[in-house]
């Protein structure tokens, strides 16, 4: 079975800043895809970024990076400069390649990010 | 129009009423699917559908009930929920490609229910 951990139930930064968002997760999946979403107060669910547990390189997608360790398990958003609009809850989620459910995806319980002017 | 709607957006009924929430997606995926999301909890999936025919039914009691009557619409009725189902519920689709890991889902933007 998938399992996250996001151990920071909220995170608070300044417009502008960088912030880190914490991710750990444990699979015994040999193939597996770790993502992260954005969860506005709206409701929906909004895709940023993916890291396949093969890739080479870290995920980045315009402000948003992957920081992957795969040794530790980790797979940290770093959010780069900022912004008011970026206050939302943020998922850490994976799905592996073994098993589990066509298209499954296992959530982390979120991390509240709070953007102060 | 978004890729995955959902209607409506709040919900509120008695536990004794019979009620549909339904999604649509536009993007021509083969996978579609139900979590539920309540406060301080990860979100649970529900259902999960595949070319129409359901491929999952995560221990999730009778009173909710999925229909797929094609590969664009998805259907969950309720009947005689309980005040602890309140919560949020969310479709998603993906375009799954075998054992591929690298699919993201896309959401909707969820139906929020509560039930009194």
């Known amino acids: 079975a998938q399992k996250i951990t996001q151990t920071q139930p909220g995170m608070f930064v300044q417009e502008k800043e960088a912030v880190t968002l914490d991710c750990t997760y444990d699979t015994s999946d040999p193939s597996y895809g770790l993502f992260w979403y954005k969860q506005p107060s709206s409701g929906e669910m909004i895709f940023l970024i993916y890291q396949g547990s093969y890739d080479q390189q870290n995920a980045t997608e315009g402000r948003y990076s992957l920081n992957f360790q795969k040794a530790r398990k980790s797979a940290n958003l770093v959010i780069s400069a900022s912004q008011l609009g970026d206050s939302a809850m943020y998922f850490c989620?994976?799905?592996?390649?073994?098993?589990?459910?066509?298209?499954?995806?296992?959530f982390g319980r979120g991390t509240q990010l709070t953007v102060w002017p | 129009e978004t890729g995955v709607t959902q209607t409506p957006r709040h919900l509120v009924m008695g536990m004794t009423n019979k009620k549909s929430l339904k999604c649509e997606q536009h993007?021509?995926?083969?996978?579609m699917y139900w979590y539920k999301q309540s406060a301080k909890k990860p979100l649970e999936l529900m259902f999960v559908?595949?070319?129409?025919?359901?491929?999952e039914n995560n221990s999730v009691p009778s009173r909710f009930s999925p229909e797929c009557p094609n590969s664009s619409h998805l259907f969950l009725h309720l009947h005689t929920l309980q005040p602890e189902d309140s919560a949020l519920y969310l479709c998603?689709?993906?375009?799954?490609?075998?054992?591929?890991?690298?699919?993201?889902?896309?959401f909707g933007q969820g139906t929020r229910l509560t039930v009194v």
């Open positions: 993007l021509g995926h083969n996978a």
């Open positions: 989620a994976m799905r592996g390649d073994r098993g589990s459910t066509l298209g499954r995806l296992y």
């Open positions: 559908y595949s070319l129409e025919e359901r491929v």
């Open positions: 998603a689709s993906s375009q799954e490609q075998g054992k591929s890991v690298n699919t993201e889902a896309f």
